[in-house]
């Protein structure tokens, strides 16, 4: 059953082109799924029936998974019990009428501009560290790229001069991003001044760590808390914070949604409509907090 497993895995990686951190998640999900079955005494995916995948659900809201998480989980189910019976392993496909949990209606976690000017401004310093996060920080922010695609950008893909980067998004899909003058000033110091003090001769990836290999999705994390700590902001931070806070901005001042829709990389315009949400919510929130009647 494990070499079903990574036989489908290896399937949505070359056949699909997923990327790397979509095929761990579908991965972690079915290892999860697999344990499920094997403790209920399962041995093939032959026998597994719907009400197998429908207590492995269960168990995952009773151990208080997100909706979200639980409905990533029974995405991968399904993809992956449909691919068994393409491929002729089972005979029927058990998750079939399997219904996807609602997903939660959370909204992204955006800060205001003053605090996200506070976090830049924090990071200031000639250690190379220092100029590297400055320029993470400031291109993030900058360019509204996932934490993902700036640690994947190459020398080759940055057009400082021009104002813009080449980006590699979800599908592999490239984009094209203007990046801001600050973002610029900070990358091409980091870049002239850091870079090579890290490794930089040895690879082409832009932003790397201690040990001159391409900073990883973990290390970005840790600098990222650390940053906001040290500059005294103690608001709920995520990953994408910066890129969130980047298309709230934006529309905010006055953006065309289908311009954000397209620096962000986004498929469908819904995707993008959310932060009008976040408007709204933000704009209730100082409603309630300073009119005198609210």
Request: aromatic share 6%.
């Amino acid at each position: 059953m494990r070499q079903q497993l990574e036989a489908f895995i290896n399937y949505l990686v070359i056949e699909r082109q997923m990327s790397a951190n979509t095929a761990a998640a579908y991965r972690n999900d079915l290892n999860q799924y697999l344990v499920t079955l094997e403790q209920a005494g399962i041995s093939s995916f032959q026998v597994v029936t719907r009400h197998h995948i429908v207590l492995h659900i269960e168990s995952l809201l009773n151990a208080q998974k997100s909706r979200s998480t639980v409905r990533r989980a029974t995405s991968s189910i399904r993809s992956f019990h449909q691919y068994l019976v393409e491929e002729r392993q089972v005979d029927g496909d058990p998750s079939r009428h399997l219904d996807l949990p609602k997903p939660e209606k959370k909204l992204p976690v955006v800060w205001s501009q003053t605090d996200v000017v506070k976090l830049l401004d924090s990071v200031v310093g000639n250690d190379p560290l220092v100029r590297r996060d400055a320029a993470m920080l400031e291109l993030l922010y900058g360019t509204g790229m996932r934490v993902s695609e700036l640690l994947q950008l190459t020398l080759n893909d940055l057009q400082l001069e021009l104002g813009y980067l080449s980006c590699l998004g979800k599908g592999n899909k490239t984009r094209i991003i203007p990046i801001s003058t600050t973002a610029i000033e900070s990358v091409t110091t980091y870049l002239d001044l850091a870079r090579n003090s890290l490794g930089g001769q040895q690879t082409d990836y832009v932003f790397l760590n201690s040990r001159g290999s391409r900073l990883s999705r973990q290390g970005f994390w840790k600098m990222i808390k650390r940053r906001a700590k040290e500059a005294g902001i103690e608001k709920e931070i995520t990953p994408h914070v910066l890129r969130h806070s980047f298309a709230t901005h934006l529309l905010e001042n006055g953006a065309d949604l289908r311009v954000v829709q397209e620096m962000l990389g986004h498929a469908d315009l819904s995707t993008t409509q959310m932060y009008t949400h976040v408007n709204k919510g933000r704009l209730h929130e100082v409603y309630k907090n300073h009119h005198p009647r609210a």
